[in-house]
């Protein structure tokens, strides 16, 4: 239906952020978030990997409850993908999936999918998790932030320390 109207999947693939805030929230979730699941399944990697980084607006615009009951599962679906950069894409889009998610489900439901993105085999994945780490942690109550969670964040800044001791920093001062 959608793809009739935009024309290609590329064009669909690439549109779907742009678009979901125009459409409103009643065509997102009897449109778009039908063809957004079919998406999710293609047999193109490229095209999985379009939907998972774009999952994260069309969650917001549906709102909270559409987000957990339509769009969580198709975002956690393809956390699950075999190819990484679909995984990878998951772990660049978590924050906003989050926080489309109501307050007090975003824990329950991401922590632990955050948790497995973060031990990927991939190493893309694994530091695309990292690189989002801060804001993620950012998404949740106060109550829901757990202490290993802290320390994996606190823990990057002595792991980075290691990694760029070769760098220097410059010389004149910046007025």
Aim: charged share 20%; proline share 3%.
């Amino acid at each position: 239906m959608l793809r009739s109207l935009v024309g290609s999947e590329m064009c669909i693939r690439d549109s779907f952020n742009d678009l979901a805030e125009h459409f409103g929230e009643d065509l997102c979730s009897s449109v778009a978030l039908v063809e957004v699941k079919l998406l999710s399944g293609d047999a193109s990697f490229a095209t999985r990997k379009a939907v998972a980084g774009n999952l994260s607006k069309i969650a917001k615009v549906v709102g909270p409850a559409s987000a957990l009951e339509k769009v969580l599962p198709i975002f956690l679906s393809l956390c699950k993908d075999d190819i990484w950069s679909v995984r990878k894409a998951c772990a660049e889009s978590i924050v906003g999936v989050s926080e489309a998610l109501a307050p007090e489900v975003r824990s329950q439901h991401l922590v632990g999918t955050f948790k497995a993105l973060s031990e990927d085999a991939s190493r893309w994945v694994r530091a695309a998790s990292y690189q989002n780490l801060g804001q993620f942690i950012h998404t949740m109550r106060r109550d829901d932030i757990s202490s290993p969670f802290l320390k994996m964040f606190t823990d990057m800044a002595f792991q980075g320390a290691v990694s760029y001791t070769h760098l220097t920093l410059p010389t004149k001062r910046i007025v």
